[in-house]
């Protein structure tokens, strides 16, 4: 089979390439070539771009580059500040994966006479009864398959995870075993087109004005502070939030640009039972969800599944067994099923308050 291996200078990507070359597949290294700007964290540094050519040369493959970096700026990063203007909290990684790397990539492997494309993420794509289902990875640390819940069964039909039944220390050994130089390099953990010794704020100031807002306390109304860059402050978020007068931590309940106002509260007061969805963005691997679904939520990358039920009246609703702590606009929603939880029934939804 002749597979188009997305590298990314991680160890994950390069033992991806590794262990399909070793299963006998004719194997192609393509490194995406997406910030052009400073970057001293993520996958998008000429560093980066160094350690996959240096790998693919180690394993004897081919490597390329292909420059999407208008197209990211178009798709991503934009899409990223206007909607921290909004009041929103987007989730960049999910739109990379959705326009660039599952869309304009799969696109070219096709054209380029690719039989499959393969990715370094920690999930597995299992054929179930006729039908490609996206499956948790094998380390609960490490799953990735929220960041893939947009991808449409045509697009799991020619996607290779090669490592997703890995834990990471074993993928660590494998590429220490293959020889690859990535084999102790740390793992991503930022946005790739935001310095990390600079931060969101120096990023989002470069492009546009942000603003001041009073931090108020969501249930006595009380002033509790000033926050001078609002559009960094997360519904649900605590580091960086001020305590009440009483002591206790506070945590973002909502965010109001217009009126130059955040509310906080106390975990209790600001737990909801419900969220409403954003119709447009449903968009399901199979046949859709109908109104009384039930489900397990997960609302970020790193948070845990929890029970809900889909709800249809006029609007889409999403309600949850429990109280849960807020969900901010702009953060996707991956649902899986109930019956087998490491299966992903629904793709990522974008929820809206």
Request: charge should be negative; glycine fraction near 10%.
């Amino acid at each position: 089979m002749k597979v188009l291996v997305a590298m990314s200078g991680g160890v994950d990507s390069s033992v991806a390439a590794g262990l399909l070359l070793e299963a006998g597949h004719d194997v192609v290294g393509a490194t995406l070539k997406l910030w052009g700007g400073a970057s001293d964290s993520g996958c998008c540094s000429v560093a980066d771009v160094d350690d996959a050519r240096r790998v693919a040369q180690t394993l004897g493959i081919d490597h390329h580059v292909f420059n999407y970096s208008e197209e990211f700026e178009r798709h991503v990063v934009a899409p990223f500040v206007a909607g921290h203007l909004a009041g929103a909290s987007p989730n960049p990684c999910i739109e990379c994966n959705r326009h660039i790397k599952f869309d304009l990539l799969f696109d070219r492997a096709t054209r380029l006479g690719f039989d499959a494309v393969a990715t370094g993420h920690h999930a597995q794509v299992e054929r179930r009864n006729g039908r490609h289902l996206l499956v948790r990875g094998a380390d609960d640390q490490k799953d990735q398959s929220y960041v893939l819940g947009y991808l449409r069964e045509e697009q799991l039909a020619m996607l290779l995870l090669p490592i997703g039944h890995l834990k990471k220390t074993d993928v660590r050994v494998e590429a220490e075993r293959l020889g690859l130089r990535t084999w102790d390099k740390p793992d991503s953990q930022d946005v790739c087109f935001i310095e990390a010794s600079k931060g969101r704020e120096v990023f989002l100031r470069q492009r546009a004005t942000l603003t001041t807002a009073t931090i108020v306390d969501a249930v006595t109304g009380e002033e509790l502070g000033t926050s001078h860059a609002a559009e960094l402050m997360t519904v649900g978020q605590r580091r960086g939030v001020v305590p009440g007068r009483d002591g206790e931590r506070r945590y973002v309940s909502r965010v109001d640009l217009a009126a130059g106002r955040v509310e906080v509260g106390r975990l209790d007061d600001i737990l909801i039972s419900a969220v409403a969805l954003d119709a447009s963005s449903l968009s399901f691997t199979h046949a859709a969800l109908e109104d009384g679904a039930s489900v397990l939520a997960q609302c970020s990358a790193h948070g845990r599944a929890q029970a809900a039920t889909l709800r249809h009246d006029g609007r889409w609703w999403l309600e949850f067994a429990a109280p849960s702590r807020p969900v901010a606009p702009g953060q996707s929603v991956v649902l899986y099923r109930v019956d087998d939880p490491t299966v992903v029934e629904g793709a990522a939804i974008v929820s809206r308050t």
